[in-house]
């Protein structure tokens, strides 16, 4: 079965601090990926996405994400994140008809 | 557009009671998924619709856990008997096609609490 994994639990920042957060999947097929943003009081909501093509994949509010396919890895960067981004970020991987989600990251932006 | 309805946000409910949860998506969206996502993790599909039909309910725990999708509309999740580790966000999402490559739009969850 396909796990995804995310490193960290907790993140806090500084405002203006750059962010990395890290994602790892296990599967060998072809995968499509995405990272969802979860906002205080919020309901999921689509971050970027990688289908193919170009690896490094730039999504909304300045966040971008680099597929590494020999690390099964996809993390997610932002170079000056900002108070607003406090918020949980789930990696999910597609395989066939089933999305899986990591266990999320809960980051915390200092202002 | 409107995005996806859950009801109700809140349950709080006694063990080996039952609950119903109510999900309507967003209009046209032929996909229509529950997850379940337990304190601290991420969401855990447990069954994936394809307009009334069942796509993957194989992490559904079909003992206690039943949903349909009678009309390819709205959908109801039930739990009968609940049990204390059943408490969780229950997420609805939908998405016009089968798949990620039309991305999930999720509702904002039911809460439930099994005491």
């Known amino acids: 079965a396909q796990s995804v994994s995310q490193h960290n639990h907790h993140v806090i920042l500084s405002e203006a601090a750059s962010l990395e957060l890290g994602c790892n999947y296990s599967?060998?097929?072809?995968?499509?990926l995405f990272w969802y943003v979860q906002y205080p009081g919020q309901h999921l909501q689509l971050l970027l996405k990688y289908f193919s093509g170009d690896p490094l994949v730039k999504g909304i509010k300045g966040f971008e994400a680099e597929f590494i396919k020999s690390k099964f890895s996809f993390n997610l960067r932002k170079p000056s994140v900002q108070w607003s981004d406090t918020a949980e970020y789930f990696c999910?991987?597609?395989?066939?008809?089933?999305?899986?989600f990591g266990g999320g990251t809960r980051l915390m932006v200092k202002p | 557009e409107a995005g996806v309805a859950q009801s109700p946000r809140y349950k709080i409910i006694e063990k080996r009671q039952s609950v119903a949860f109510w999900c309507n998506p967003i209009?046209?969206?032929?996909?229509l998924y529950w997850y379940q996502q337990i304190l601290g993790q991420g969401p855990k599909l447990l069954i994936q619709?394809?307009?009334?039909?069942?796509?993957?309910d194989s992490q559904l725990p079909k003992d206690r856990f039943s949903a349909e999708r009678l009309k390819g509309v709205d959908s109801t999740l039930k739990i009968q008997p609940a049990k204390l580790e059943d408490s969780a966000v229950y997420l609805c999402a939908s998405s016009p096609r089968q798949g990620g490559f039309s991305p999930l739009h999720f509702g904002n969850g039911t809460r439930l609490t099994v005491t």
């Open positions: 599967y060998g097929g072809t995968v499509n």
């Open positions: 999910a991987v597609l395989s066939g008809n089933m999305l899986t």
């Open positions: 619709f394809q307009n009334n039909g069942v796509v993957d």
């Open positions: 209009s046209g969206h032929a996909t």
